[in-house]
């Protein structure tokens, strides 16, 4: 059974940090690129970061420089490190999982999803 579940959201002011865990249950986890996406009230769910098979990252550029993204294919588990939190990051942050056999990166509408954790940054 396919299963992803965030943990590590809540509330902080800006400047704060936060660090998102996603416990991934899913075959063949380290073949499959990962990404974390969020989504903010009135618009569409974004990606914030992904991370492929081979360790290699990408970010959106809003969050270049204060986002790390990194994953524990042992512990099957896929981490975000947010630092210098903005308020316009508050949002539902949701992790995500490709496919194994073409290690494409999920987008929306794609892969495999967790139910999200809300992330608000306060002024």
């Known amino acids: 059974q396919v ?14 940090s936060l660090r998102l865990s996603c416990a991934v249950s899913i075959l063949r986890t380290s073949s499959r690129c990962m990404g974390w996406f969020r989504q ?5 769910r974004e990606v914030v970061a992904e991370i492929d098979r081979t360790g290699k990252t990408r970010y959106a550029d809003s969050v270049k420089g204060r986002f790390t993204i990194s994953r524990d294919n042992a512990k099957e588990y896929l981490y975000l490190q947010m630092n210098s939190l903005k308020p316009e990051d508050t949002a539902m942050y949701y992790c995500a999982a490709g496919n194994w056999y073409d290690s494409i990166c999920p987008r929306v509408g794609t892969g495999y999803w967790g139910q999200g954790t809300q992330v608000t940054v306060s002024s």
């Open 40 to 44: 903010a009230p009135g618009k569409e």
């Open 3 to 16: 299963q992803l579940v965030e943990s590590g959201g809540g509330q902080v002011q800006a400047g704060g």
